[in-house]
């Protein structure tokens, strides 16, 4: 089946550095992928949409500049949370619609970022 | 305003009950996702629905476009099942989301 692994599962960092997140889809071409945000027993929120080879469109109330997203390719997606503070301590979640067939989402398995 | 409704919010379940998870919704879809996710956070993908109804093992899931609902059947549920499942359906473009508050399944022996 379709696997996206997403790395790192866990980071800790000082409040003011960027952490990047990855997104890869390894067995299919994703041409569209989700990132997405969960506050401890909350559900998800989606945050913005990677189009690959174009800007990502992001969700009322998400900071462009703030959460960088990049898909330069079919199987690579990265959020970038910049300048990070406490308040942006969360679970980042990624997932990829496999090609055109829109069948399915895949999910990659989180990355929890804490800021110190 | 809520897109989309799920209900219950909470559920535990002796094992081998049979469950209902509910999930209406307000906008126009696509498709609609049953998502099942872990504690640890792992979240899979168990159904997509556009009509009618699916069945994967234990899992059922239903839609009805017209009456904007869906809905979630585990059959002799097991404490394997415990997990929070969330309803997600898929705006009419494509990639839009939308996502239920979740159902947080306990299912005890």
């Known amino acids: 089946g379709a696997v996206v692994s997403q790395h790192p599962s866990r980071v800790i960092c000082k409040s003011g550095t960027s952490v990047k997140i990855e997104c890869r889809s390894l067995d299919f071409q994703a041409t569209t992928m989700f990132w997405y945000r969960q506050f401890p027993k909350q559900s998800l929120m989606l945050m913005a949409t990677?189009?690959?080879?174009?800007?990502?469109?992001?969700e009322q109330g998400v900071e462009k500049d703030k959460f960088l997203i990049n898909h330069a390719s079919l199987t690579l997606s990265t959020l970038t949370v910049t300048s990070a503070h406490p308040e942006d301590s969360s679970f980042y979640i990624c997932?990829?619609?496999?090609?055109?067939?829109?069948?399915?989402?895949?999910f990659g398995s989180g990355t929890q970022l804490s800021v110190l | 305003k809520n897109e989309v409704e799920q209900s219950p919010q909470n559920l535990t379940a002796q094992e081998g009950e049979f469950i209902t998870i509910n999930c209406s919704y307000s906008?126009?879809?696509?498709?609609l996702h049953w998502l099942q996710q872990h504690p640890g956070g792992g979240i899979v993908s168990l159904f997509m629905?556009?009509?009618g109804k699916k069945k994967h093992g234990r899992l059922i899931a239903t839609i009805n476009i017209q009456e904007k609902h869906s809905s979630l059947h585990i059959t002799a549920s097991h404490p394997r099942d415990s997990a929070v499942y969330i309803c997600a359906p898929q705006g009419g473009t494509g990639n839009q989301f939308y996502f239920g508050t979740g159902t947080s399944l306990t299912v005890i022996p």
């Open positions: 997932s990829a619609l496999k090609g055109d067939t829109n069948e399915k989402l895949f």
């Open positions: 990677s189009n690959e080879g174009s800007k990502a469109t992001y």
């Open positions: 906008v126009g879809i696509s498709a």
């Open positions: 629905l556009s009509s």
